[in-house]
């Protein structure tokens, strides 16, 4: 007895299962689950972004959708990432912001849509520093690594090669840029640094840092390299297999000699590192240097005899990109070169393609503390309100002209690039 | 005819197993190795049959003797890794799973205990990672704690971004998949077993070799195959916790698949493959998981 009705227990349940999967198969097949979002055509203007974490601000994205009623969705990752999911996935975003050195990879894909100057308003009052390599007053500015008028033009609508000459067909549409340098702890370091070869000083073991993305820690080590006397290098961003080998080289052995407490890839990291006294000298990015400032930790961004690396980013669409979404593109671009954007950036330590109307969305104060080298009349605030500098204090670096006049070298992708990144994954391994 | 129809029947209510199987393990299997033989350049694959990414990763290998070359450093540091994260883990679990099954009376305790024991899990494997940061730091709570009882002058360094950190993280995250499948086996053990050793006069060390570790072999097999996979193929723990110094297999693929040299990446895919197949299939040579279970 018990056993026949452990046996209709079991056809009993197992029928159940059989039902109900069969009901829910009906279900969905006719229809009768509905709830799925009903397209409609006047549809909001969403523009997805794709680009790192250090250009990606809450308040630009609400301003914009103040001003212009397009919203921009965020996607942040890491620079390698960028390059990553436009060649893989370049229907995943519509506007891509990102640095000119990963344009010799991602123009040959034929992921990235040029666009054209013509409609750009500002276009014009871009500044010297991109479309010709000078400064504003004439004077000509290091151009070792890929630098941005290099990879600025396209030849056609549609073509993968770079003109050398200017035409209407923009790679990237440039806004905002910066002379990178080392971010230091002046209150644990107590003494002053000059040099790019203090990275490398034994004082400092254990405590020093580097950033892991090889475009730009490569650049990284090539200044220190050249600023220790080792080695003078004939064009810094596009090195000779034997120049990639010594630079691994000197760098291997100051790691194996434990000279490097960690290296950081997201700019997240920079700043945690820098904060909690991990590192004392560090590559560092602008905004990083800000935020450990707004913590109230002293961290200078530190001009160095040698000069600075500097890189610059812009935006681009991306193929899959047409239509009125391509309109909206441009209505965000247009927007983000009038003014207030470029103002915004300015106060985190960048510098804006458009001067002009960045400058007249900044008070006079701050443009003469961020732009001029002028000590602070009163306060400077960063973008989001905390206090960075009191009254008197003057910019690490001085003027736009000391800064980006000092440009050495520019982040690069150079011709033996797959052989250097197998040289920094040993470096990594060593 | 009665036969037949039973088999068609079980074919069909495996057919969703092996599909999935299949479908999502197999044939992405299949395209990695193929992938793993073809060129390319900056930014592209380019579906023409070259074997540069083994080249390439082994490049250096003859001409660098006695020196290893990179990817024998990277593998004999994850190995020395996974062996002594599987040391510790085997040990702290079978501890754990011993407590857990014999010294525990109640049924109901085993099973709260063990429960507890998953608590940490409901939390993401990453954030139980990342805290070990500010303990172990040179400003963290350790270092502070031990300076303000006058044990040391200096700060550890070595508490954190080292091996010490790594090998941490790793036991933390992972001893619970060891003490799992040993409490399991530990639980079948027939119970008279060691009724009878007792009476036979058996030392309680002689009982945990002679009986209990024996018994409990499919347990510690199949914890040891959790434990050693993840820890091969783990990058992200390394990664973080080494300070992004210390070199692991998952790490080559990870660089590789960031400079968008997929061929290479997938090559090493392979080699990692193979490696650990080969690790585990020495394991099982030990102990026929199929036949104890």
């Known amino acids: 007895m018990s056993k026949s009705s452990k046996y209709n227990n079991g056809i009993n349940r197992r029928a159940v299962l059989k039902g109900a999967a069969g009901a829910v198969g009906l279900a969905a097949g006719s229809g009768a689950i509905t709830g799925f979002p009903y397209v409609h055509s006047a549809e909001p203007k969403v523009l997805r972004y794709l680009g790192t974490a250090v250009n990606a601000g809450d308040e630009i994205s609400k301003k914009c959708l103040a001003d212009t009623g397009i919203k921009i969705e965020y996607i942040t990752v890491t620079t390698d990432d960028v390059t990553k999911r436009v060649i893989t996935q370049p229907n995943s975003f519509d506007v891509l912001d990102t640095e000119y050195f990963s344009l010799k990879k991602l123009v040959p894909s034929g992921n990235i849509f040029a666009l054209d100057s013509k409609k750009i308003k500002q276009f014009d009052n871009i500044t010297p520093v991109f479309t010709k390599g000078q400064l504003p007053n004439g004077k000509k500015i290091g151009a070792q690594g890929t630098a941005p008028w290099k990879v600025l033009y396209l030849e056609g609508a549609n073509s993968k090669k770079f003109s050398t000459t200017p035409t209407e067909f923009v790679t990237l549409i440039p806004t905002v840029y910066n002379a990178d340098t080392l971010g230091i702890r002046p209150d644990l370091i107590k003494r002053p640094i000059s040099s790019w070869s203090e990275l490398l000083n034994p004082e400092f073991k254990g405590k020093a840092s580097i950033l892991n993305i090889p475009s730009i820690g490569i650049m990284d080590a090539a200044m220190v390299v050249e600023a220790t006397g080792q080695h003078k290098y004939v064009d810094k961003g596009n090195m000779t297999k034997a120049e990639i080998d010594l630079t691994m080289k000197i760098m291997t052995e100051a790691k194996k000699a434990g000279q490097f407490r960690a290296f950081w890839k997201d700019f997240n990291e920079s700043v945690n590192l820098m904060a909690s006294g991990e590192t004392v000298i560090q590559s560092m990015w602008s905004p990083a240097v800000t935020k450990v400032r707004s913590m109230g930790i002293a961290c200078t961004f530190q001009p160095l005899k040698e000069g600075y690396r500097s890189w610059a980013s812009g935006f681009c669409v991306s193929k899959a990109v047409s239509g009125p979404k391509l309109d909206w593109a441009y209505e965000f671009v247009n927007w983000y070169l009038s003014g207030w954007a470029g103002a915004y950036l300015n106060r985190q330590g960048y510098y804006s393609a458009v001067l002009s109307t960045a400058k007249a969305n900044m008070t006079a104060d701050e443009w003469g503390y961020w732009m001029e080298g002028k000590a602070a009349v009163g306060d400077i605030k960063a973008p989001d309100g905390t206090i960075l500098e009191k009254a008197g204090a003057k910019r690490d670096g001085g003027s736009y002209e000391d800064r980006m006049g000092g440009v050495a070298c520019w982040n690069a992708v150079m011709d033996e690039n797959d052989y250097m990144v197998r040289k920094w994954n040993e470096f990594i391994a060593a | ?293």
């Open chain 2, 1 to 293: 005819m009665v036969q037949d129809r039973k088999s068609f029947a079980a074919w069909l209510q495996a057919a969703p197993m092996m599909l999935i199987f299949g479908l999502f393990f197999l044939l992405p299997l299949v395209f990695v190795t193929i992938v793993s033989a073809w060129d390319y350049n900056e930014y592209e694959m380019l579906p023409a049959f070259s074997l540069r990414g083994y080249t390439d990763t082994f490049e250096g290998c003859i001409a660098e003797l006695p020196d290893l070359c990179t990817i024998l450093k990277t593998y004999l540091k994850t190995l020395k890794l996974c062996l002594l994260t599987w040391g510790l883990t085997l040990l702290i679990g079978f501890t754990v799973a011993y407590f857990l099954a014999f010294h525990v009376r109640s049924k109901t305790w085993q099973i709260v205990l063990s429960l507890l024991c998953t608590i940490p899990f409901w939390t993401s494997n990453v954030i139980r990672m990342i805290a070990w940061i500010p303990l172990l730091g040179r400003n963290g709570l350790v270092n502070k704690g031990l300076q303000g009882a006058g044990l040391i002058q200096q700060p550890l360094e070595w508490l954190l971004f080292s091996e010490f950190a790594v090998v941490l993280a790793l036991v933390h995250l992972f001893t619970f998949f060891m003490v799992v499948p040993i409490f399991n086996s530990m639980i079948r053990i027939d119970k008279r077993l060691i009724e009878a050793a007792y009476d036979a006069g058996a030392t309680g060390w002689q009982t945990l070799v002679n009986i209990i570790i024996p018994l409990a072999k499919p347990g510690i097999v199949i914890g040891s195959i959790f434990v050693i996979t993840i820890v091969m193929g783990d990058f992200v723990t390394i990664g973080v916790m080494g300070g992004q110094q210390i070199a692991s297999a998952g790490k080559i693929i990870e660089a590789r698949l960031n400079a968008l040299q997929f061929p290479a990446a997938a090559a090493n895919a392979v080699i990692l493959l193979g490696i650990t197949i080969m690790i585990i299939s020495a394991l099982t040579r030990v102990v026929d998981i199929r036949k104890e279970l």
